[in-house]
């Protein structure tokens, strides 16, 4: 093999890699946008989910506040049913 030749694929094997580099580079990119795109989306639903779970709390609490008699006896009979499926184990 001549000095030419190997020249010709040593020029041809960098070229090679560099585009490779670049796909790949482009590739980690796009990645990243979609990884950066779900994040955005997760934390715009958990902050639906924490604000729905402090409207609900509220709400719970607004109710109890209103009404506690029936507040107790709905919890007891909640909790008495509760300890009859237990017991039944």
Same mark, same amino acid.
């Given at each position: 093999?001549?000095? +030419?030749?190997?020249?010709?694929?040593?020029?041809?094997?960098?070229?090679? =890699?560099?585009? $490779? @580099? &670049?796909?790949? #580079?482009?590739?980690?990119?796009?990645?990243?946008? @979609?990884?950066?795109? $779900?994040?955005?989306?997760? +934390?715009?639903?958990?902050?639906?989910?924490?604000?729905?779970? #402090? =409207?609900?709390?509220?709400?719970?609490?607004?109710?109890?506040?209103?009404?506690?008699?029936? #507040?107790?006896?709905?919890? $007891?009979?909640?909790?008495?049913?509760?300890?009859?499926?237990?017991?039944? &184990?």
């Amino acid at each position: 093999m001549g000095a +030419t030749t190997t020249q010709t694929l040593r020029e041809q094997t960098d070229e090679a =890699a560099e585009r $490779a @580099a &670049r796909r790949i #580079s482009d590739a980690a990119d796009a990645a990243g946008a @979609a990884v950066r795109g $779900a994040s955005h989306k997760v +934390t715009a639903a958990v902050g639906d989910i924490g604000d729905r779970a #402090s =409207a609900a709390t509220h709400d719970l609490t607004r109710r109890v506040e209103q009404q506690p008699l029936t #507040s107790v006896l709905v919890a $007891a009979g909640a909790g008495f049913v509760v300890g009859l499926l237990m017991g039944r &184990r």
